[in-house]
């Protein structure tokens, strides 16, 4: 009969080597193959994962990215609980679509504003450190939601890199409710919008799912996430809407058919 004790340790161990592994970032791969469809630059693109969210967020679709010739990684950036920046990694500027894995390890924040001052200070550290002078934003959830704040209220500071693409995957913009209709971020966010014309020429693509017969994707109400044409609307920045019927949140950033179409937005359009 095996003990109780041992069957409790075995248990354990093999919970903490799960989440070892499905919390471990995925390593730098290189581009397998260019393909003729795809244009390749040295503007980097960040993967930004929503609330409760880790390297599994985004490895699968990094992975496929790169042994698919879309683009491939080349760095982690890991924000500690203090806020600090780690990079792992190598920044060479080659024109391959480099991507950067971006990491919170306060993940479970009672909002996003940290998030915001944290992709903030990691665009500042690629401008300074490193000569970033534009990039790419994929962000999920609540992960896309502080972009799009970071990119209004800081996007016009001259050490901060201009804006080419945004992907928003499932991002609640405006979180009003009924209980509470002012959603005090939402109204900082409309309050500052003219401040897009310092990222005029940058395109902003806002992926939703839905669930069967429902206007939510089970974590994210629609018009959450389409409250944003409020905050681009009359701006120069090209603003497209995807809406993926029958994707619930989870899978805007797993499903196979989001990676196809992540790489359209960023490098094929």
Request: glycine residues 10%; without cysteine; hydrophobic residues 40%.
């Amino acid at each position: 009969m095996i003990k109780k004790w041992h069957v409790a340790v075995t248990l354990g161990l093999s919970s903490w080597l799960g989440v070892r592994w499905v919390t471990r970032p995925g390593r730098p791969e290189p581009l397998v193959t260019q393909r003729p469809d795809v244009h390749y630059a040295a503007i980097p693109t960040l993967f930004i994962p929503g609330w409760g969210g880790g390297a599994i967020t985004y490895n699968g679709m990094l992975r496929w990215f790169a042994r698919h010739g879309y683009g491939h990684k080349i760095a982690t950036i890991r924000v500690d609980w203090a806020g600090r920046r780690h990079f792992s990694g190598s920044w060479d500027s080659q024109a391959t679509n480099p991507l950067i894995q971006v990491l919170f390890d306060h993940s479970l924040t009672r909002d996003y504003q940290p998030q915001i001052q944290w992709i903030t200070a990691i665009l500042r550290d690629l401008y300074r450190q490193y000569g970033v002078r534009q990039y790419n934003l994929v962000g999920h959830s609540w992960g896309g939601s502080a972009a799009v704040n970071s990119l209004v209220l800081h996007g016009p500071s001259p050490d901060i890199p201009r804006l080419n693409r945004l992907v928003l995957l499932g991002a609640p913009v405006d979180e009003g409710t009924a209980q509470h209709p002012v959603d005090a971020t939402f109204e900082r966010l409309r309050a500052a919008r003219h401040q897009l014309r310092a990222n005029e020429q940058a395109q902003l693509f806002n992926v939703y799912g839905t669930l069967p017969g429902r206007h939510t994707d089970g974590s994210v109400p629609v018009q959450q996430v389409t409250a944003l044409r409020q905050i681009v609307a009359d701006s120069a920045i090209r603003y497209d809407e995807h809406h993926i019927a029958g994707l619930g949140h989870g899978r805007l950033h797993s499903a196979r058919q989001m990676y196809q179409l992540v790489a359209q937005l960023l490098w094929v359009n």
